[in-house]
């Protein structure tokens, strides 16, 4: 068993959709929480870190930890065609052992 | 802003050559890091470094090695490319209490051996 589970997707939702982005994981040590979001042939940028259960908001974009269900999300709110892309999420253990999954392909269709 | 720049984008080369991958960050971070993505596989960590001079192998070190002689620079060197190792490859740095031990990435180094 993969420690960060991710499903693949793709994910393919009509603009203005709220997206919904799922992590789960088994190794109750990580702390630190992040997505990354990754365009086709480009490197992962950093979108949201959280560290605390709980929500996060940016703009349009919410992070979600629940640490007692082992199990992060990653919400988009009016989504936009320019969102389409791979969602990777990543944890960080007490160790600072960094973790990613394997990545969701997000379509968002015009 | 961050940055983390990998001096080549795109490149083609032989199968035996020896290639070097040139990674730059200027955020002064500690840690540096090595990656190669591929469909399926996800991100998988060759070799990562905690500072000056020092290296630990990741996951898939075979036939890869590394060098940080400056804090701001990490090298990776394929001794003797194969066409296996044709991937993408990514360079990452992090600093240790800051931002949460978040990890930036270089835009991806495109390699194929041919």
């Known amino acids: 068993q993969k420690e960060v589970e991710q499903d693949p997707g793709p994910l393919s939702v009509p603009e203005g959709a709220i997206v919904s982005l799922n992590c789960t994981y088994s190794?109750?040590?990580?702390?630190?929480f992040m997505w990354y979001r990754q365009y086709s042939r480009k490197g992962p940028e950093l979108l949201m870190y959280t560290y605390s259960s709980g929500n996060k908001e940016d703009g349009r974009f919410t992070a979600q930890v629940d640490k007692s269900s082992k199990y992060i999300s990653l919400f988009i709110r009016d989504s936009q065609p320019s969102d389409s892309a791979t969602y990777l999420c990543a944890m960080v253990d007490s160790s600072y052992k960094l973790i990613f999954g394997s990545g969701t392909r997000l379509l968002v269709r015009p | 802003d961050v940055k983390v720049t990998q001096s080549s984008r795109y490149l083609v080369k032989r199968t035996g050559e020896k290639v070097f991958l040139e990674c730059v960050q200027d955020?002064?971070?500690?840690?540096m890091f090595w990656y190669r993505q591929d469909p399926g596989l996800g991100l998988r960590l060759i070799y990562f470094?905690?500072?000056?001079?020092?290296?630990e192998k990741g996951d898939i070190p075979e036939g890869y090695s590394v060098s940080r002689e400056k804090k701001e620079r990490f090298s990776l060197i394929l001794e003797s490319a194969s066409t296996n190792q044709t991937s993408m490859y990514l360079c990452?740095?992090?600093?240790?209490?800051?931002?949460?031990?978040?990890?930036?990435f270089g835009e991806g180094s495109w390699l194929t051996v041919v």
């Open positions: 955020m002064d971070h500690e840690n």
């Open positions: 470094s905690y500072d000056v001079k020092m290296k």
């Open positions: 990452a740095s992090r600093s240790f209490g800051t931002s949460g031990n978040t990890i930036y």
């Open positions: 190794n109750s040590a990580f702390q630190y």
